[in-house]
């Protein structure tokens, strides 16, 4: 069964970092782009970041761009954003999902809040 959870989420204050997880079960990362997605309240679902099967074509979304970073560990499975710098516009569940997609996992919620 295929099987996205992510993790990693919580409250920060604005300037802070947070570090997400996403582990996928019932097929290899290896094979396949990840991306990260964040939906906002009100919000459609949009695209963050993005990594290629062998860890280059490395994309960001300019509202994103020098303060997330986005990595992959074939070996363990799992991706990972990494956010710094935080600001209150950043908050949203976060996502992860390979391309092509399967099905969504429940995501991570990132509060950014003082």
């Known amino acids: 069964q295929v099987q996205l959870v992510e993790s990693g989420g919580g409250l920060v204050q604005p300037g802070g970092s947070l570090r997400l997880s996403c582990a996928a079960s019932g097929f290899t990362i290896r094979g396949y782009a990840m991306n990260w997605y964040r939906q906002a309240p009100g919000e459609e679902r949009e695209l963050v970041a993005g990594i290629g099967s062998n860890g280059g074509s490395i994309n960001y979304a300019d509202s994103v761009k020098g303060r997330f970073i986005i990595s992959r560990d074939n070996a363990k499975n799992t991706a990972f954003l990494q956010m710094n710098s935080l600001k209150p516009e950043d908050t949203a569940v976060y996502y992860c999902?390979?391309?092509?997609?399967?099905?969504w996992g429940k995501g991570t919620l990132v509060t950014v809040s003082s």
């Open positions: 999902n390979r391309s092509p997609t399967v099905q």
